[in-house]
């Protein structure tokens, strides 16, 4: 299927056509018709699967067909994310959408500057794209005006709930009108957003592009079972030895990153950090270093990462396990995207593995432990009659999915990296990683 045939305007094929996409994704495939005709949606979409475009492409086609005379300062469609990042990636795809339509946008979110958001609010913009908190600021000081709110979405909602946006969230509904047409998108389904999509949403038609809660198919996972006191060196001795290039590095402190980053810095690794304390022009200039190959190791807290998009990214890590399952499927949503293959790699300590058997109860699968060489912890219990035949045994690292790197799906749209190139070769049965021949690695 083309987009062509899912009823869109030629203005929109033409931003379509201009940004080198020709074909739609599953979800929006599915959820652009919805949306076109009027329903509310509940979409299970991981990051990476197209969502942003399956609302804001929709929503544009119908704002453009009802053009009405309103205050400058009316928002007609309203935006929730759950981070700054988002919200800014998101208003950028509304402009590059939206170039060829004459509708306004703009994204407001904490940590920049209240006035230029203000002298934008006040040059007027039909859609708002917003984090609660800030939203919520400019509620209290008149700024705007939700009167002629027609569209709501919900994007990351898990991801919002989990930052404690809820009755930032119900206080916004509270002040929409209750005829509207409402979005929510959404990787994981607890509980907490089965409760909300009753009072939220209409009647919705739902789409589920891939099971809830799971992980794409384009996305390897292993565990590293390594001791905290080891796992510096562990990535250190990854990263220099190019078994691992660009990759995104989760962390569970603010403090917890600088230290790291410090580390690998002196260990001559290219790196920098993104976290809540760093300001906004740092945490964009490190993610642009990052996407251009100037440097090789972004490490991220959880909420400084959330809404990063980078595609064809090869390495997600997880240095510190995350305590919540679902953080996990957020996390390594950000590889195996564009039909890129990605890999998974959880360094686990002992006192990690109750988080360890939650992620693997969340996503329905063992994930395969593999050692590094000399920094190998005490090898995982097993369950009786599980061996490594059948995926919970210990091997060398690298062998379970040595040709996955290699090859990928279908085409898309490139991570921008200087690093080398990597495959992976099982060798005498045990498995390694390498460079390709003749390329250097970090280690050389």
């Known amino acids: 299927m083309s987009f062509s045939e899912l009823g869109l305007r030629p203005e929109l094929l033409r931003a379509i056509a201009d940004s080198g996409y020709d074909t739609p994704t599953p979800v929006q495939t599915e959820a652009i018709p919805i949306v076109l005709a009027g329903r509310d949606l509940m979409a299970g979409a991981q990051t990476g699967t197209g969502k942003t475009a399956a609302f804001v492409l929709p929503i544009l086609q119908r704002l ?79 700024s705007i005006d939700f009167g002629a709110v027609e569209f709501l979405v919900l994007d990351e909602a898990d991801r919002m709930l989990d930052m404690g946006f809820i009755d930032d969230i119900r206080m916004i509904i509270s002040l929409l009108p209750k005829e509207r047409q409402s979005l929510l998108f959404s990787a994981t389904f607890p509980e907490a957003i089965k409760r909300l999509t009753k009072t939220l949403l209409r009647e919705p038609a739902t789409v589920q592009v891939t099971p809830p809660n799971s992980t794409t198919a384009l996305v390897d996972h292993v565990v590293l079972r390594v001791e905290d006191s080891h796992k510096k060196a562990t990535l250190s ?42 300001a906004q022009s740092q945490r964009i200039a490190a993610l642009e270093d990052f996407k251009d190959g100037r440097i090789h190791v972004l490490v991220a807290t959880e909420v400084a990462a959330r809404g990063i998009d980078i595609d064809a990214l090869p390495y997600v890590v997880n240095y510190d396990l995350p305590r919540s399952a679902e953080d996990y499927v957020h996390r390594i949503g950000r590889t195996g995207r564009a039909g890129v ?80 190139r ?23």
């Open 64 to 142: 453009h067909e009802s053009p009405v005379e309103l205050d400058r300062r009316a928002v007609r469609a309203l935006i929730l994310v759950p981070t700054r990042e988002l919200a800014i990636q998101v208003e950028e795809s509304v402009q590059t959408y939206g170039k060829h339509a004459p509708l306004r946008s703009v994204a407001v979110y904490g940590g920049a500057s209240l006035p230029d958001q203000l002298r934008e609010l006040d040059a007027g913009a039909e859609i708002v794209v917003a984090t609660p908190g800030r939203l919520l600021d400019l509620v209290w000081r008149g």
């Open 422 to 444: 990597q495959t992976r070769s099982t060798g005498s049965g045990r498995g390694s990683w390498t460079a390709l021949p003749g390329e250097r690695t970090s280690g050389s």
């Open 237 to 278: 001795h990854l990263i220099s030895n190019g078994h691992v290039t660009s990759a995104l590095v989760f962390v569970r402190t603010k403090h917890g990153a600088d230290r790291l980053t410090n580390q690998l810095a002196r260990d001559g690794i290219r790196v920098a950090a993104i976290h809540g304390d760093r």
């Open 341 to 420: 293959d990605g890999v998974a790699i959880s360094l686990v300590s002992e006192s990690e593995l109750p988080y360890l058997r939650d992620i693997e109860q969340l996503i329905g699968k063992p994930i395969p432990v593999e050692q590094v060489p000399g920094f190998v912890s005490a090898p995982r219990p097993r369950a009786e009659g599980r061996s490594p035949a059948n995926g919970r045994g210990e091997t060398a690292v690298g062998s379970r999915y040595a040709s996955r790197q290699s090859t990928n799906r279908r085409t898309g749209p490139a991570h921008r990296s200087s690093g080398p």
